[in-house]
């Protein structure tokens, strides 16, 4: 099966081939920092289950030089994190708030738990509000 995805704007658009090798919600601090949220649901496939359908051209790519491994990348346009291969080349990491439909898995785990900020409670410690 495959599912689509793309930035905010549109511009960017990709396709990946189910199943996930590794489907985590990832609460490090540089997660955090690059998707402004409490944390990034990251998707990772092999390279040849990937493939961009559009807009390749308008991705930015960013490697932390801080860090051995951490990268991401986003649309030039909109500055939505879309996927990036790993700076090993082994697989790519598809931030999964950019795909466009449900891909029938969830997250199997939180990493680096221990890491996230008091603020970020998980989604059973709060009302639903709309
Ligand atoms: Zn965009
Ligand atoms: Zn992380």
């Known amino acids: 099966m ?4 793309s930035c905010l704007c549109t511009s960017v658009g990709y396709e990946v081939r189910l199943p996930f090798a590794k489907f985590v919600n990832c609460h490090c601090s540089r997660c ?10 990251n998707a990772y496939v092999a390279p040849e ?15 932390f ?6 990268s991401t990348s ?5 500055g939505s994190p879309v996927p990036h291969l790993t700076r090993s080349g082994r697989e790519v990491i598809v931030p999964a708030g950019s795909l466009n439909e449900e891909p029938g898995v969830r997250p199997s785990a939180n990493v680096h738990w221990t890491s996230r900020p008091r603020w970020s ?5 709060l009302p639903i509000e709309g």
């Open 65 to 70: 030089p801080q860090a051995r491994s951490f």
């Open 121 to 125: 409670l998980t989604s059973s410690e």
């Open 2 to 5: 495959i599912v689509s995805g």
């Open 49 to 63: 289950s990937f493939r961009w359908t559009r807009g390749e051209s308008l991705v930015v790519r960013y490697d």
């Open 74 to 78: 986003f649309c030039g346009k909109c």
């Open 32 to 41: 955090r920092k690059a998707s402004g949220s409490a944390y990034a649901a």
